[in-house]
């Protein structure tokens, strides 16, 4: 189920969220939506959306005007994170036990019918997450622009875990250590676009990107005094707007 809360801080937001639902912080993911930094004589304000990975008895859903319980579950599960700065290869990383032999098989099975060839294997295990590495002689294709094919794959994979009755479970699929890097370069690429909407005073509106690809944006920027961020867009990839707004 979906959310929506503010706070001054995206901690104090997510604070909020999990006092209020009465769930702990691992049992629900974030999107951030808006950051505005506070500044002399204005409170600052970050906007989240959060997706509970259970139901929550006795509160309704505020699911936003036209997006489908599909989209929602889209937007979960198609999103990246970075597999390798915090995270080892398990000593095994072939399959343990029946549920993660099928995932593997699954994402072989689905290359395979795309015309390539890989060998999957275990990236890391984490709860409620469970990371698969794809090494191929054509893991540029796989990986596809921005990632696009790489999400794909990641989607297709967390249906049929869903499927197999491990909705709770996230599937994070990388190849070529693709995440990090990806998100090494949003980093970078938010700072030079924060520096030129402070030099032009003009707003930026960035390329279409995924959940997690926006929250490196806001949390980049969020500590810069007079940049703000809000997302715009429906369905999973949504844009960023980078504004000025001066010292306060």
Do not use: W
């Amino acid at each position: 189920m979906e959310y929506e809360f503010e706070g001054r801080t995206e901690e104090e937001a997510i604070e909020i969220a999990a006092r209020e639902l009465g769930v702990a912080r691992d049992e629900f993911d974030v999107e951030i939506m808006e950051s505005q930094r506070g500044g002399f004589l204005k409170k600052g304000k970050t906007r989240i959306r959060v997706q509970v990975r259970s139901s929550v008895p006795g509160r309704p859903a505020r699911r936003p005007r036209n997006e489908s319980r599909t989209d929602d579950r889209a937007e979960n599960r198609a999103t990246g994170a970075p597999a390798e700065r915090s995270r080892k290869a398990p000593a095994d990383a072939a399959a343990d036990g029946e549920f993660e032999e099928k995932i593997l098989e699954f994402v072989r099975t689905a290359v395979e019918k795309m015309g390539y060839t890989c060998e999957a294997s275990v990236l890391f295990r984490e709860e409620l997450k469970l990371g698969i590495r794809l090494e191929s002689e054509s893991a540029a294709i796989l990986i596809g622009k921005k990632g696009k094919n790489l999400d794909a794959l990641q989607l297709l994979a967390n249906v049929y875990a869903g499927r197999l009755g491990r909705e709770d479970l996230r599937i994070i699929l990388d190849s070529e250590n693709y995440r990090i890097r990806r998100e090494e370069a949003i980093v970078k690429m938010a700072y030079e676009i924060a520096e030129r909407v402070r030099s032009t005073r003009n707003s930026v509106l960035l390329e279409p990107m995924n959940p997690f690809e926006r929250r490196i944006v806001h949390t980049t920027l969020n500590d810069i005094v007079d940049i703000e961020t809000k997302s715009e867009g429906e369905g999973l990839y949504k844009q960023v707007r980078v504004t000025f707004r001066g010292h306060r």
